[in-house]
């Protein structure tokens, strides 16, 4: 892993919002629009929670793997690339990346067990086709850094780790989103908090000058959290897989 975000793959491959939002032409000819596309990416970001912890991996590693899934989506569509196949193969190649390795075999367990549905069935082989392909398509980078470790150093320094439980789960919602793309992990962080500290009542502003932040990127990305739970709704399974029968038409 590289030691400073700076000089990293991760710093160097982060995105304009509008780079993130594109619709490849397969995906379109389909008749998929941009907020089922993002309704896909969310759905799969659930699934990949939920199969984590079914094999007890680290929050890391889910993480990671959701970061995976949606940088292949900006450059691969899903109809050539089916999320129900990228989802777990993203969390079998985070898991090694993160050296927290879980055996492909057990996620087909899992996934067998959890789903009837033969469209969400593989095999080991599946998995492991599936996981050169996203190699190619992430060009074999796997750096990616998270908020989690400059929220807890930020929050030791403002001196208000009570609020570490709030702010976590924070974090974690921003995966449901595209921002890991986005914006640096520390940006996201400070968002976090700042959200946080609003909730609690707390005045962070000598705080948040003191660090020199860029405020309207920190408001911003507490704007996109906060539509995001104004507007998120989970779809009726009806719904969800009318829009995954559109990618998956033969």
């Excluded at 919002?17 to 629009?33: A, C, F, N, W, Y």
């Excluded at 986005?182 to 908090?193: E, F, G, K, S, V």
């Amino acid at each position: 892993m590289a030691a400073n975000f700076w000089t990293s793959s991760h710093w160097k491959q982060l995105l304009e919002q509008e780079e993130v939002d594109v619709v490849h032409s397969p995906d379109k000819e389909r008749g998929l629009t941009v907020e089922e596309f993002k309704y896909i990416k969310m759905h799969m970001a659930n699934y990949i929670w939920k199969l984590a912890q079914l094999v007890k991996v680290r929050q890391r590693v889910v993480a990671t793997a959701v970061a995976y899934m949606r940088r292949v989506y900006t450059r691969k569509s899903m109809t050539e690339y089916d999320p129900r196949l990228v989802a777990p193969s993203c969390l079998y190649l985070a898991s090694k990346a993160e050296e927290s390795t879980v055996q492909a075999r057990l996620l087909v367990f899992y996934i067998k067990k959890q789903y009837s549905d033969e469209k969400y069935r593989f095999e080991i082989k599946d998995i492991l086709e599936m996981e050169m392909k996203i190699l190619e398509a992430l060009d074999y980078y796997l750096v990616v850094y998270h908020p989690y470790r400059p929220l807890s150093q930020l929050l030791q320094d403002a001196g208000m780790t009570d609020m570490t439980h709030l702010s976590w789960g924070l974090v974690n919602d921003t995966y449901k989103m595209d921002l890991v793309l986005i914006y640096p992990p520390y940006m996201i962080a400070l968002a976090c908090i700042y959200i946080a500290s609003v909730l609690k009542d707390k005045d962070t502003t000598a705080w948040f000058e003191e660090l020199r932040a860029d405020m309207n990127v920190v408001k911003n990305i507490s704007m996109e959290i906060l539509d995001f739970y104004d507007n998120h709704k989970i779809l009726p399974e009806d719904r969800t897989n009318a829009i995954f029968n559109k990618i998956s038409k033969s």
